[in-house]
């Protein structure tokens, strides 16, 4: 499917994400406010506005009309608006780099031609508006695909957008059918089921993003501001309550984390996040009675993360159990396979083990994958090393 994903849930680093079946219930539920603890963070630090997310320059707005009456103003040329913005944004053959975990504004994606799913959707929301042409926000069902980023675990959800004929656009014939505007072809999402959201949900994603990008790069402060923001925007946004939670954890007030976690429990007793991480604290404090409750719901779904048999591929690795390993590692692919440093541990595993053909293959994989460039000059040194015994 190609990895266009951007909504973003960071768990401590030592966590695991679990599925549960039977959870407890949690009946009371604080305003969102008073889980806000600005005491502790600087209060100080400027960040994007909500105004500014969809907001394009004066600049552009004219480009944007004037490259529309050109090509509209043709003779017999009765393209619509919508399928006119589409392929102007050209998304899925390569009109924008897609870069994974970097949200941006509408304004500096429009300058970059880069950016993340969320990214795209502002963008394109944004040029919509210019237009008259009514949008239509989706998130997509799609199967999580996890990453790892120094202490972090992150889940990656997906949105993208759907462009209606124009309302009202003098030079424009109004008829016509939507269009879907994705990195991914429209054949690739076509299978995943959809749900309509709001465009304050929107913004609640896009803050939330910036908030774990920030968590990654340890700027907390700018991080609780950020999320801050997404929640006064969506009080009920599961992803945001949980990272509001790992930056207070993050940050020493292990209790404040507590009430978030319970507070997003209130709202959705079997969500994931929230009982795993809520687990990790209170076995973390001792309280064993109180963690066996959560635990127990959790266990039977250790499977459906990566990054266990990855863990555990890692230590007979180690241990020289290379064997094990290869097994550990082969379980892990399974659950992800688009993930490069999976591959990297099979290709040295196969090396310690002599068979140097699935070496050489695996870590060309890993490399084929690999979009970071430090990593790439590693996986390509190691590469050449093996090509030339």
Not at 357 to 364: G, I, R, S, W, Y
Request: aromatic fraction near 12%.
């Amino acid at each position: 499917m190609g990895r266009i994903f951007s909504v973003i849930s960071v768990l401590s680093a030592c966590l695991l994400l679990l599925a549960c079946q039977t959870t407890p219930s949690y009946q009371s539920r604080q305003p969102v406010e008073e889980l806000f603890y600005d005491e502790h963070y600087d209060q100080t630090l400027e960040i994007p506005q909500p105004d500014s997310l969809f907001a394009l320059s004066p600049k552009v707005v004219s480009e944007v009309r004037r490259a529309f009456e050109r090509e509209t103003s043709l003779q017999g040329n009765h393209i619509g608006a919508q399928k006119w913005l589409a392929n102007y944004l050209n998304a899925a053959d390569g009109g924008f780099v897609y870069r994974d975990n970097y949200t941006r504004i509408a304004g500096d994606t429009y300058q970059d031609r880069a950016g993340n799913c969320l990214s795209l959707v502002l963008l394109t929301a944004s040029l919509a508006d210019i237009l008259n042409v009514p949008v239509q926000f989706q998130e997509v069902d799609v199967p999580p695909v996890w990453d790892k980023q120094g202490d972090f675990y992150l889940i990656n959800g997906h949105i993208n957008i759907k462009l209606h004929p124009a309302n009202s656009m003098k030079s424009v014939n109004i008829k016509g059918s939507s269009i879907l505007i994705d990195f991914l072809p429209e054949r690739s999402v076509r299978g995943y089921s959809k749900k309509r959201i709001s465009k304050q949900t929107v913004i609640a994603m896009f803050y939330n993003n910036m908030a774990a990008e920030a968590m990654v790069a340890k700027q907390y402060d700018r991080a609780y501001a950020l999320l801050k923001m997404s929640l006064r925007h969506k009080e009920d946004f599961l992803p945001a309550l949980n990272n509001l939670a790992i930056a207070y954890k993050y940050t020493g007030h292990g209790d404040n984390a507590e009430k978030v976690y319970r507070h997003a429990l209130s709202i959705e007793p079997e969500d994931l996040n929230s009982l795993y991480n809520l687990a990790i604290y209170l076995g973390e404090q001792g309280r064993l009675d109180e963690w066996a409750d959560v635990h127990k719901v959790l266990e039977l779904a250790r499977i459906n993360n990566p990054y266990y048999y990855y863990d555990m591929a890692q230590q007979a690795y180690f241990d020289k159990e290379y064997q094990s390993a290869l097994t550990w590692y082969r379980r892990a692919l399974k659950r992800a396979d688009y993930r490069h440093e999976f591959y990297f541990g099979l290709s040295r595993t196969y090396w310690a083990t002599g068979d140097r053909l699935k070496a050489k293959a695996n870590m060309e994989k890993a490399l084929k994958l690999s979009r970071d460039d430090v990593n790439r000059s590693r996986y390509q040194t190691k590469l050449d090393a093996m090509k030339s015994h």
